[in-house]
Nanobody
Framework: QVQLVESGGGLVQAGGSLRLSCEIS????????IGWYRQIPQRSRELVAR???????IFVDDVRGRFAIFKDNTKNSVDLQMDNLKPEDTAVYFC?????????WGRGTRVTVSS
């Protein structure tokens, strides 16, 4: 059974940076199948960063150029580096499968960006 644990969130001023980590336990063979989602209050959870089938990073327009996604096979984790954060990035961030059946959601990690 796959378990996902997100960490690294916090309170940061606009323009600041955070690095989120998704630690994955259980049977998963392809870290590139993991993406990062976020849920902004009163909005649906959206996939903001993932890997293409070729392993290239893909981002939604709102975060492109500011976020980066990394996988670490030794730690079995997928990180989300977030730079030049904006107040509108305030959300709870989750990791999960970005291709195919979703795993059970973790608790997420809250990011709050103050203006």
């Amino acid at each position: 059974q796959v378990q996902l644990v997100e960490s690294g969130g916090g309170l940061v001023q606009a323009g600041g940076s955070l690095r989120l980590s998704c630690e994955i336990s259980g049977s998963i063979t392809n870290l590139e199948g993991i993406g990062w989602y976020r849920q902004i209050p009163q909005r649906s959870r959206e996939l903001v960063a993932r890997f293409s089938i070729l392993g290239d990073p893909i981002f939604v327009d709102d975060v492109r150029g500011r976020f980066a996604i990394f996988k670490d096979n030794t730690k079995n984790s997928v990180d989300l580096q977030m730079d030049n954060l904006k107040p509108e990035d305030t959300a709870v961030y989750f990791c999960n499968s970005a291709s195919g059946v979703l795993y059970a959601w973790g608790r997420g990690t809250r990011v709050t960006v103050s203006s």
